[in-house]
């Protein structure tokens, strides 16, 4: 190290965890690094995965936390899928919405993914609709629909005058965005943009679902505002069947935000709120200066950038492998390997990223440690533990609270600052902390969770069944003196002020905030011709940790692979199965071709291949760009420019 340890401050140490942990822990993470170290520089995975839909929500209702539920697939007439694969990445979720679309009283399936995935296919093969925008054009397509939805007076005066405010200046930005704009724009066909909107529009019931095809796109929290916005100008929010799904991936990701390991405070209280801060310091008994609140919270991108610069010098990365998952692995590679940098990594299996640490702490994994997890609808679940964890391997809460021992933290009245010792009292810390917020989980126990089953937050006293569906009452939470955040101008990312955000008071109502579409910042060029966007195939899980070590998954998509539209593959002089090189500004990797249905110009791969112990590279993330949406910051993964060159 270039300084010891006592000359620099906390400012040194940053945290990168997971959207794979459990709740109880990322809580004591959260708070070791809040008000035991007192440094901004933590967050998640979740950045790479559901801060979009974090901040969506928070611009158009004030706060995280899912509107909606499962039942609405049951209770729906037209389901609009954003991006998702819902096919290949949930596929329990998918089998309830295949029981619909194949059963009577069929819903409208509609499909906005750039490639004829399964869940296209099944829209088609129902009368559905498939609209195939070209990448990075998602705003242009949902602007469309929204311009429809106004123009053939579909709009629910009473809910807009009542619960929303915007509508004027939102009118005015669809404005241009006729079907023939859009379809000029995305490359889609006129008419199944107007059949698109004509669903939205005069179906009574439409529930709606938006993933990474959006979050990981060009503009990628102004189009799932755009999403938001369609279901408040039809008043279908918090109604069964009528709802928006801002989904996650991560089994454990909606618990990363609500408890603060992604760098935001916990409880969604707002950092810019000194209310909010003085409510932490009360329940932790520290002094207010000691939370991290001059600036917003550290986001992933610019915490390997202050690694990488060198003022960080700790990173302590638990569940979530780098290495593999993060955009232009080159330089992750070159961050994780320089000598000042002290690289802990907290993991169940040696990694490509395990294999760069200084110090690697073998951890247990569900199943062999117990603790909470709450699902993308809310539900909270209890996990106990089935198994001991192998050889020294020691639960991530253990880990976390044996550091605190070690560093001693204290509060303001020399009392340990961390006062619990186990998932089940830390779960108790965590219920404290959560009262009163949105995401209430007071009325909740262990022993209730595993009686009764997964239950949706909040749950009070008063509630003790917790809440199915939030804004039932169209009332949101925008209130300044309750807002999870003040929000953010969707295009350039600059904040609203606290002052400017009191001077408007929205008082409940839930904002249409509006943005035209603008080009996405890679295109294709001469030099690199396509553009390639990433994803995922149904039998791997993510850097394949689990799945690469179950012979059968694995043996169903043991290599990865480029798949390219016909018309490309005849241009290449390449058939299915002839190795091609892949190569961006950034990186190459060397990968057999499958032809598939994707547009001509546009390639697919997908990304859970790292070190395949081969001399070729093949991770798609050697791509990828570092590149990330102003608001929510999550990275571009879906857009790169790339060459391709038989091999
Ligand atoms: N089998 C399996 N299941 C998983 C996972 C896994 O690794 N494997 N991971 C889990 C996690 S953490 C997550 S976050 C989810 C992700 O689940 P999904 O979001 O469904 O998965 P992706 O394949 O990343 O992206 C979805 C689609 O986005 C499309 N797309 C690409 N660019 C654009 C664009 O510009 N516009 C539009 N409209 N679409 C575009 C792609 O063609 C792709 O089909 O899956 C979860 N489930
Ligand atoms: N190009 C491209 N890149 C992407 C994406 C994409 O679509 N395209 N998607 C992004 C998304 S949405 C996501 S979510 C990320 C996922 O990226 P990662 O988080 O890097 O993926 P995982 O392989 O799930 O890594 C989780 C790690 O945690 C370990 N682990 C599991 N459980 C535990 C536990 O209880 N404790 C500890 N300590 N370790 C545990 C696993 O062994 C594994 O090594 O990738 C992102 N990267
Ligand atoms: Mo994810």
């Known amino acids: ?93 998918w089998s309830r919405v295949l029981d619909r679309v194949e059963g009577p009283d069929t819903p409208v399936l509609v499909a906005v993914d750039p490639r004829r995935t399964e869940v296209a296919r099944t829209a088609v093969r129902t009368g559905g609709v498939h609209l195939a925008p070209l990448p990075g054009t998602n705003v242009a397509l949902v602007n469309g629909l929204l311009h429809e939805v106004i123009a053939r007076g579909w709009v629910d005066r009473d809910y807009v005058d009542a619960h929303t405010t915007g509508f004027d200046e939102l009118a005015a930005t669809v404005e241009p965005y006729t079907p023939e704009h859009v379809a000029e724009v995305c490359g889609v066909d006129v008419a199944d943009v107007r059949r698109a909107a004509e669903v939205f529009g005069t179906s009574d019931r439409v529930l709606s679902t938006v993933l990474q095809g959006f979050y990981q796109s060009h503009q990628a929290t102004a189009a799932a505002c755009q999403v938001n916005n369609l279901h408040l100008l039809r008043g279908m929010i918090g109604g069964p069947g009528g709802g928006v799904l801002q989904m996650n991936g ?29 409510e932490l310091a009360a329940l932790w008994n520290v002094d207010p200066m000691t939370i991290p609140h001059w600036a917003p919270p550290t986001h992933a991108m610019q915490l390997w950038r202050y690694a990488e610069q060198g003022s960080v010098r700790l990173l302590w990365i638990s569940a979530t492998n780098p290495a593999v998952s993060l955009p232009d692995l080159a330089r992750v590679r070159r961050v994780l390997g320089d000598e000042d940098l002290l690289v802990v990594v907290q993991d169940g299996f040696l990694t490509e990223t395990a294999r760069l640490a200084d110090v690697v702490l073998p951890a247990a994994m569900w199943g062999e440690k117990q603790g909470t997890f709450t699902n993308a609808t809310r539900v909270v679940h209890l996990s106990d533990q089935a198994v001991d964890p192998p050889g020294e391997a020691r639960s991530d809460l253990d880990i976390f609270l044996d550091y605190a021992r070690r560093m001693d933290f204290r509060d303001r009245d020399g009392a340990p600052l961390i006062h619990w010792n186990d998932p089940e009292s830390a779960f108790r810390a965590w219920q404290e902390c959560s009262r009163g917020r949105p995401c209430d989980y007071t009325g909740l126990s262990y022993e209730d969770l595993r009686a009764r089953g997964g239950i949706p937050w909040p749950v009070t006293e008063d509630r003790p069944d917790g809440t199915e569906r939030l804004y039932t009452d169209g009332v949101f939470r ?107 500004p950034r990186g190459a990797v060397v990968v057999p071709v499958r032809v598939g249905t994707v547009w001509a110009g546009v390639v697919f791969l997908p990304f859970h291949y790292g070190d395949l112990g081969g001399d070729d590279p093949t991770a798609a993330n050697e791509l990828t760009v570092t590149e990330w949406d102003p608001v929510s910051k999550q990275p571009m993964f879906k857009l790169a420019a790339v060459r391709i060159t038989k091999e």
């Open 250 to 278: 991560q089994p454990t990701a909606r618990n990363t935000r609500e408890s603060g390991a992604n760098g935001d405070l916990p409880g969604f209280r707002n950092w810019d709120n000194p209310d909010h801060v003085a």
């Open 1 to 93: 190290m270039r300084h010891r340890g006592d000359e620099v401050g906390p400012l040194s140490h940053g945290f990168y965890t997971s959207g794979q942990l459990f709740l109880e822990e990322y809580y004591t993470l959260g708070v070791i690094g809040k008000a035991g170290l007192g440094t901004p520089h933590m967050d998640g995975n979740t950045r790479l995965c559901t801060a979009t839909a974090a901040a969506a929500m928070k611009e158009s209702f004030g706060s995280d936390g899912q509107p909606g539920c499962y039942a609405d697939v049951e209770a729906c007439d037209a389901l609009f899928l954003f991006g998702h694969n819902m096919a290949e990445t949930q596929t329990v979720l």
């Open 478 to 584: 925008t209130d300044p003196d309750d807002c999870e955040d003040y929000g953010h101008d969707l295009l350039t990312g600059g904040q609203v002020a606290p002052e400017a955000y009191r001077a408007a008071n929205p008082a409940g109502r839930a904002f249409l905030k509006a943005a035209a579409h603008t080009p996405p910042p890679e295109r294709p060029s001469d030099d690199y011709p396509f553009l390639a966007t990433t994803g995922r195939t149904v039998h791997q899980f993510h850097t394949r940790t689990k799945t690469g070590r179950s012979p059968r998954l694995d043996r169903a998509a043991p290599r990865p692979w480029v798949e390219v539209s016909a018309e490309d593959a005849a241009r290449l002089d390449v058939a299915e199965g002839d190795v091609v090189r892949v190569e961006s």
